[in-house]
Nanobody, 115 residues
């Protein structure tokens, strides 16, 4: 089983920045796909950004140009740098580790964008 621990959420003003971290219990080389998802109150969970273990990256249209996903293989950690945050980015952000035989989630970290 892959354990995922997110951190870095919090309260930020519109236009501000946050960096989320997701530490994994396994080598991220062995995890085919890792990603960040979010779920706002009353809405379905949606994909934000995904990175594969060969470095392939994709972003949701609503974060392109504002968010950056990256990985530190030595620290077994995946990051989500979030800039130019908007109130509509308010949600619980979840880290995900996925392969053909498993699909694991972290506990989530709250991001609130408000003045």
């Amino acid at each position: 089983q892959v354990h995922l621990v997110e951190s870095g959420g919090g309260l930020v003003q519109p236009g501000g920045s946050l960096r989320l971290s997701c530490a994994t219990s396994e080598s991220i080389y062995s995890i085919p796909t890792m990603g960040w998802y979010r779920q706002a109150p009353g809405k379905q969970r949606e994909s934000v950004a995904v990175i594969s273990n060969i470095g392939r990256i994709s972003y949701a249209d609503f974060v392109k140009g504002r968010f950056t996903i990256s990985r530190d293989n030595a620290k077994n950690t995946v990051y989500l740098q979030m800039n130019s945050l908007k109130p509509e980015d308010t949600a619980v952000y979840y880290c995900n580790a996925r392969a053909r035989t498993y699909n694991y989630w972290g506990q989530g970290t709250q991001v609130t964008v408000s003045s």
